[in-house]
């Protein structure tokens, strides 16, 4: 960039003129000499000019590949390739916008031809992928008159992949697949519960005949359980940008917080023999068909960690309502049941849960609670996802309402809410 | 987690008062007058530096001009003058830089050798011109002060309206 006056220098041209003024009037030749300090520090400002920063950037970080939550020391080593001393550099490191540092990614010095200055900082991982922007350096000359910015790339990249580890167990509805699973049905065959008693029939195992009722009445007969299946799930995480809220800074958002539900949520099913999906609400596509399997999981863990659509931040582009509507509603397996995960704070996160219930696809909710009571809009913000919640629990679509901390409990109060 | 709070630097405040401490003092011994001028002038550069006003900062700085001109008048001695006329160009000069940093990089960034170079440089430019402006007054001391001044005062108008005079660019 060309370098530009910072007009700090305005006005002190006035003060030396004042006094230089005072001393002719007054006839103080003393006075006069005193404004000599003033004009020579113009003078300076007036010659001298901002250098050009010719920078060497090194970014190292600690660990490239860390864990969720991991602290992760970046270090920025800056060196003056150029041949002019640059007596005035701000350096300001450009932190990817997902990520806060601990420490200021910030330094102030001035280096000699050849001379290097090191700034490091900690910076706690969050999921994703993430890319370091450009380095600014913003260099001024000796008394600061003229100041030049300059952009210094050094291509710094660090993923960071969740891991799968299980929240407790979701309960799941009563829609399941054709393979053996932990979902109760109504359907009297092998499992574990208690289902009903029936006339033996010939070839029955002889485990199953109830001996005591034989004892008591003399006649056969045969026990059955409850069959148990497994389900078919989606996980659906609502990505839009609207759901990019949190109730303060330095909170994580509603987005990365349905994004870690939806993670604990796939480990839980998919360890329990539930076949698992993944799809976003967002701009970007983003679409993981049910499956199961080793290779399924690392596939899920790839896409939880990098895919733009469930990145911290969001992302850029159009979301097209009711055409990813009809494409997610196209995708679906008939016998898939669907996990929104969603902050319920606008009515058409609602509206998609309603409507995916009303195509046949059983629908729980699971909100993290992103509002706030500090002000009066924010509290009818409230008032508005609590009446969304209780409309969508009329509707038959179960609601788990997550306010903040870990979601277990949550799990918990809401399977002892609901039955079957 | 830390965000940019945009506040001046310590270091450059605490140099900068002690500077125009030192400019009260040197045009405090020229003139009490000139006391009570310059001392509004510390305060206002040492609250201005540290609370982030530039305007604080200016006003002080031209307070503390002020001193310089009324312990001018009072007839003080080129020594104290030039001191004082020192104190408060690196008094104003610091501070404000102390300030821009700040606003640039925030209180909690590591900016000592930029802040002390800045404030050495200053110090450097007005220390030589200072002492070059002495050995001259000193060397015509005793001649025609009228003519010498008439052509002094031409040589200031001329050279301020250079250097008001915007690069061409």
Redesign the interface.
């Known amino acids: 960039m060309t370098p530009f006056d910072t007009n700090r220098w305005v006005g002190v041209d006035g003060a030396a003129l004042l006094v230089g003024a005072a001393g002719v009037l007054a006839r103080r030749p003393a006075l006069l000499l005193a404004s000599v300090v003033g004009l020579a520090a113009l003078a300076a400002a007036r010659i001298d000019e901002a250098p050009a920063p010719t920078l060497d950037v090194e970014r190292t970080l600690s660990d490239d590949a860390p864990d969720p939550g991991d602290e992760v020391t970046v270090t920025v080593r800056v060196r003056n390739v150029g041949d002019r001393a640059l007596p005035d550099l701000r350096l300001v490191d450009g932190v990817p916008p997902a990520l806060s540092a601990e420490d200021p990614a910030r330094l102030g010095t001035a280096l000699r031809p050849g001379a290097g200055a090191t700034v490091s900082y900690r910076i706690t991982a969050v999921r994703g992928e993430h890319d370091w922007e450009p380095l600014v350096a913003i260099s001024r000359g000796a008394t600061g008159s003229r100041e030049r910015t300059a952009e210094i790339d050094a291509d710094t990249m660090m993923q960071c992949s969740p891991e799968l580890s299980a929240t407790a167990d979701l309960p799941l509805r009563g829609l399941t697949t054709q393979f053996s699973g932990r979902v109760g049905t109504d359907v009297p065959g092998a499992g574990l519960e208690f289902y009903a008693t029936r006339e033996y029939r010939r070839g029955d195992p002889v485990s199953r005949i109830d001996w005591n009722r034989y004892a008591r009445t003399g006649s056969l007969s045969t026990v059955q359980f409850r069959q148990e299946r497994a389900a078919s799930v989606v996980l659906l995480v609502d990505a839009r940008e609207a759901a990019y809220v949190a109730p303060e800074q330095g909170v994580p958002n509603a987005v990365e917080r349905g994004v870690d539900a939806a993670t604990g949520a796939f480990t839980a099913l998919l360890e329990s023999g539930d076949q698992v999906g993944i799809a976003a609400l967002a701009p970007t596509e983003c679409w993981l068909p049910p499956g199961a399997g080793a290779a399924h999981r690392a596939r899920a863990r790839d896409l939880f960690a990098t895919h733009p659509a469930l990145a911290p931040t969001p992302g850029d582009g159009r979301y097209y309502a009711s055409v990813e509507l009809r494409r997610l509603r196209n995708r679906l397996p008939a016998d898939a049941q669907v996990l929104v995960f969603s902050p319920l704070v606008d009515d058409y996160a609602a509206k998609v849960a309603r409507r995916i219930d009303a195509y046949g696809h059983l629908v729980t909710v699971v909100s993290p609670d992103p509002t706030v009571e500090s002000t009066p809009g924010r509290r009818l913000a409230r008032i508005e996802r609590e009446n969304r919640i209780s409309r969508l629990r009329r509707a038959g679509v179960r609601v788990i309402d997550w306010a903040e901390g870990a979601i277990d409990p949550e799990i918990e109060r809401a399977s002892a809410r609901w039955s079957g | ?4 709070t945009h506040r001046p630097s310590v270091l450059s405040a605490s140099l900068s008062t002690l500077a125009a401490s030192a400019s009260l003092v040197a045009v405090a011994l020229a003139d009490t007058n000139a006391l009570l001028v310059a001392l509004p002038g510390v305060a206002l550069v040492g609250g201005g530096a540290l609370r982030g006003s530039t305007r604080l900062v ?1 006003l002080g ?2 307070a503390l ?1 002020g001193g ?2 009324f312990a ?2 009072a ?4 020594e104290a ?2 001191l ?3 104190g408060a ?1 690196l008094a ?2 610091v501070a ?2 102390g300030i ?2 700040g606003e ?3 209180r ?4 000592a ?3 002390l ?2 404030a050495a ?2 110090l450097l ?2 220390a ?3 002492g ?3 050995a001259v ?1 000193r060397g015509i001391a005793g001649g025609q ?2 003519a ?2 008439v052509f ?2 031409v040589g ?2 001329a ?2 309206a ?3 005079r ?2 061409a660019e």
């Not at chain 2, 909690?108 to 900016?111: L, S, V």
């Open positions: 987690m830390t965000d940019l200016s700085g031209l001009t310089v001109v001018g008048l007839g003080g001695g080129p003058l030039l004082g006329a020192l160009l104003w000069d404000e830089h821009g940093i640039h990089l925030g909690e960034a590591r900016t050798r930029v802040e170079v800045h440089v200053t430019i007005g030589v011109a200072a070059v402006g002495y007054y002060p009228m010498a001044l002094l005062l200031v108008v050279a301020v250079a250097l008001r915007r690069r």
